[in-house]
C-alpha cells in the first residue's frame, strides 16, 4: 500500500498540472478572441453597403438588376491606390490620389497594405447605397449617418477615400497628417479626406458622423 502511494499522488499532481495548463489555455483563448471581437465590433456598425472595410478591400457589387458596376466605382477586394484600371481609383481628385500613394508606399515599407475599399463613385452608385441603407436601417434619417446623398458625397465629387485592412486604417490615423490624409468621421474611421494643411498644423477635429458635417447639408 505504502508502496504504490507516491505513484498515485504523482498521477494526481500530474493530472491536475495538465487540467490547469488547459484553462490556462482556454482562458487566453477567450481573451484573444473578445479582443478580436471588440475590435471588429468598433468597426461594423456601418452596414454592408461599402461605408466599412470588408476584410482587406472592397465588396463588389454584382452587375445586375441594374446594380452598380465597376464603371460605377465599385471595387473588387484588394485593390490598391496604384490599380489605375478601376474608375474607383484614377477618378479620385489627382492631388488626393497622389497623397494616398505616397502613404502607401511609406506604409509598405513598414509591411502594411493600403487597400483601397471605396474611392469615387458614380451618383447612380451613390443613390444605390443610400437606398439600401434606408431599406437597412429603416429610416432616411438613421441612413445619413452613414450614407451621403449623390448631391453631396465626397465620394462621388471623387475627395475621400475607404481604406481596407484595419491596420492600414491605424497606420493611416496615425501618420495620415504628414500626407495631408485625415479621417473625417468618428464612426467612419476608414473614410479620409485630404487636408493639405495638416501637414503644418495636424488634423481638425472629426465629426461623429455625417449628419453633422455642414457640407452634408446641401
Not at 484573444?32 to 470588408?54: H, I, N, T, V
Not at 452598380?68 to 477618378?91: M, R
Request: overall charge negative; proline content about 6%; charged content about 20%.
Amino acid at each position: 500500500m505504502s508502496h504504490h502511494a507516491p505513484s498515485r499522488a504523482r498521477a494526481r499532481r500530474t493530472l491536475l498540472a495538465a487540467v490547469v495548463g488547459l484553462l490556462i489555455l482556454v482562458i487566453a483563448g477567450a481573451v484573444m478572441l473578445g479582443s478580436e471581437l471588440g475590435r471588429s465590433s468598433a468597426f461594423s456598425s456601418a452596414g454592408a453597403f461599402g461605408e466599412r472595410p470588408p476584410g482587406e478591400g472592397g465588396t463588389a457589387l454584382l452587375a445586375a438588376d441594374g446594380a452598380a458596376t465597376e464603371a460605377d466605382g465599385v471595387l473588387p477586394d484588394g485593390v490598391s491606390a496604384f490599380d489605375e484600371q478601376y474608375p474607383g481609383v484614377v477618378n479620385l481628385d489627382p492631388e488626393l490620389l497622389s497623397a494616398l500613394r505616397a502613404a502607401a508606399d511609406d506604409a509598405a515599407d513598414e509591411g502594411i497594405d493600403v487597400f483601397v475599399s471605396s474611392g469615387w463613385r458614380s451618383p447612380a452608385y451613390q443613390e444605390q447605397l443610400l437606398e439600401e441603407a434606408v431599406v437597412e436601417y429603416g429610416s432616411e434619417a438613421e441612413a445619413a449617418r452613414w450614407v451621403a446623398t449623390a448631391e453631396t458625397s465626397e465620394h462621388v465629387a471623387g475627395n475621400a477615400v475607404d481604406v481596407g485592412s484595419y491596420d492600414a486604417i491605424d497606420w493611416l490615423q496615425e501618420h495620415g497628417a504628414r500626407y495631408g490624409l485625415c479621417p473625417t468621421y468618428d464612426n467612419e474611421p476608414w473614410h479620409f479626406e485630404r487636408h493639405p494643411e495638416a501637414i503644418e498644423e495636424g488634423c481638425p477635429a472629426v465629426y461623429w458622423d455625417p449628419t453633422q458635417d455642414p457640407r452634408m447639408q446641401g
